[in-house]
């Protein structure tokens, strides 16, 4: 039996990305116009963001703990959330959720780890790229991560929410990205994290310094695998 997948949204960008790549992937191994069955439910952005810039992380979970509640209702199996710095609410999340949850930095490090990268530099929102998230999750596979200096996580933070979240991929922001990148190299990355699920609409995997790991797109594909068992 196919499984139900619930998608917790975040910002409409990430969350449309992540459902768009599960129906897009699905008709390759399920057939023509096939895909597991999908109930999204997508609380305000603006009251996730009011937890997020407080830091309010137990305050998160309770948002997202009303959309899995609703997805499981609607019947799904399990739950993901196309949103990497929503995952430091995880903690609080998931002991009180009614569907386990599929991690996304845990998919990304499983994916890194079976490329053998060995350092990986982290974009993100400032609150993701500050976080544990990534460390936390990389650590079982003994990879290392760097993030970049004060300043660029500042610019990226900008970049996020005043352009990619409102759905603006402005060329000098791609390229503030790759620059960034090549910065992490330097410091010995052999490959980046897009761990903003609307970066990916913006990096350009081909013209990258560095190897791409597409957070957004490798969650809905661990939630496709998942479902199909």
Same mark, same amino acid.
């Given at each position: 039996?196919?499984?139900?997948? %619930?998608i917790?949204?975040?910002?409409?960008?990430?969350?449309?990305?992540?459902?768009?790549?599960?129906?897009v @992937?699905?008709p390759?191994?399920? %057939?023509?116009?096939?895909? =597991?069955?999908?109930?999204?439910?997508?609380m =305000?952005f603006?009251?996730?963001?009011?937890h997020?810039?407080?830091?309010?992380?137990? *305050?998160?979970?309770?948002?997202?703990l009303?959309?899995?509640?609703?997805?499981?209702?609607?019947?799904?199996?399990?739950?993901?959330?196309?949103?990497?710095?929503?995952?430091?609410a995880?903690?609080?999340?998931i /002991?009180?959720?009614?569907?386990?949850?599929?991690?996304?930095?845990?998919?990304?490090? @499983?994916?890194?780890n079976?490329?053998g990268?060995?350092?990986? %530099?982290i974009? %993100?929102?400032?609150?993701?790229?500050?976080?544990?998230?990534?460390p936390?999750?990389?650590e079982?596979?003994?990879i290392?991560?760097?993030? /970049?200096?004060?300043?660029?996580?500042?610019?990226i933070?900008?970049?996020i929410?005043? @352009?990619?979240?409102?759905?603006?991929?402005?060329?000098?922001?791609?390229?503030?990205?790759n *620059?960034?990148t090549?910065?992490?190299?330097?410091?010995?990355?052999? $490959?980046?994290?897009?761990?903003?699920?609307?970066?990916?609409l913006?990096v350009r =995997?081909?013209?990258?310094?560095?190897?791409?790991l597409?957070s957004?797109?490798?969650?809905a594909?661990?939630?496709?695998?998942? $479902?199909?068992?």
């Amino acid at each position: 039996m196919t499984k139900h997948i %619930g998608i917790v949204a975040g910002s409409a960008e990430g969350a449309a990305l992540c459902y768009r790549t599960i129906c897009v @992937e699905a008709p390759r191994v399920q %057939g023509a116009h096939n895909h =597991p069955e999908i109930t999204m439910n997508s609380m =305000p952005f603006a009251e996730q963001m009011r937890h997020v810039l407080a830091n309010d992380w137990e *305050g998160l979970a309770e948002v997202l703990l009303t959309s899995a509640r609703k997805v499981a209702d609607a019947g799904a199996d399990f739950a993901i959330c196309p949103d990497n710095t929503y995952h430091q609410a995880f903690p609080y999340l998931i /002991p009180r959720s009614p569907i386990p949850w599929l991690h996304i930095a845990e998919v990304v490090a @499983e994916e890194a780890n079976r490329f053998g990268y060995r350092r990986l %530099g982290i974009l %993100g929102t400032r609150y993701l790229m500050e976080s544990t998230v990534y460390p936390g999750a990389l650590e079982q596979f003994s990879i290392d991560s760097r993030i /970049p200096d004060e300043a660029d996580r500042e610019r990226i933070n900008d970049i996020i929410f005043k @352009e990619l979240v409102n759905g603006l991929f402005l060329e000098t922001s791609r390229l503030y990205f790759n *620059g960034v990148t090549s910065k992490l190299k330097n410091l010995g990355c052999d $490959a980046v994290v897009l761990g903003c699920t609307e970066i990916p609409l913006i990096v350009r =995997p081909d013209d990258c310094p560095l190897p791409t790991l597409d957070s957004t797109r490798l969650l809905a594909k661990a939630a496709l695998k998942g $479902a199909l068992g």
